[in-house]
């Protein structure tokens, strides 16, 4: 009876530990060294710059350099550059950048539909250089 109590203590614990190990290991399969090769192509460069540049840099004023910024970007590695590739994606795939209070006075910032498919085709290019396909 206290070998099974024990067997079934191991079982379990074992069942929890797992738990936390596999988005562990998940983050294990980036490959750290990524940020060596990140270099944002012309092509996303210009859509960057025309749109989103002007609020996400080192020099830019409130909340926008802090959720993201351009400068930085390229040193960054591993799952916080993950993290951020998700971010740019998410908001672009939604329409939610740039502001639409920023695109009611400067509507020519807006993101074409070509614009956009380079943001995200870049993002899914970054995303396969970054995991390492496991
Ligand atoms: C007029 C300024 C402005 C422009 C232009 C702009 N943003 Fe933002 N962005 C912000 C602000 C302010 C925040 C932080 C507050 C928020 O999330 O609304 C933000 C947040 C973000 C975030 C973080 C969101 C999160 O949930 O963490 C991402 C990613 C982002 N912007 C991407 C972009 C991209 C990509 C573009 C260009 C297509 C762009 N932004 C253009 C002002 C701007």
Redesign the pocket.
């Known amino acids: 009876m206290k070998k099974l109590f024990l067997g079934l203590t191991i079982i379990i614990s074992a069942g929890i530990l797992s738990a936390f190990y596999i988005p562990e290991k998940q983050s294990q399969n980036i490959k750290k060294d990524s940020s060596t090769s990140f270099v944002m192509p012309d092509s996303v460069k210009v859509?960057?710059d025309q749109?989103?540049y002007?609020?996400?840099n080192s020099n830019a004023r409130?909340?926008?350099k802090d959720?993201?910024n351009f400068d930085k970007l390229s040193s960054m590695k591993g799952p916080a550059l993950v993290a951020?590739l998700q971010?740019?994606e998410?908001?672009?795939k939604h329409s939610w950048?740039?502001?639409r209070r920023?695109l009611s006075d400067h509507p020519e910032?807006a993101?074409t539909e070509k614009q956009k498919q380079v943001?995200l085709d870049w993002v899914n290019a970054e995303n396969n250089k970054l995991f390492s396909g496991n």
């Open positions: 859509v960057v749109s989103c002007m609020c996400h409130g909340d926008a959720a993201l951020h971010n740019i998410k908001m672009v950048m740039p502001p920023f910032k993101l943001l």
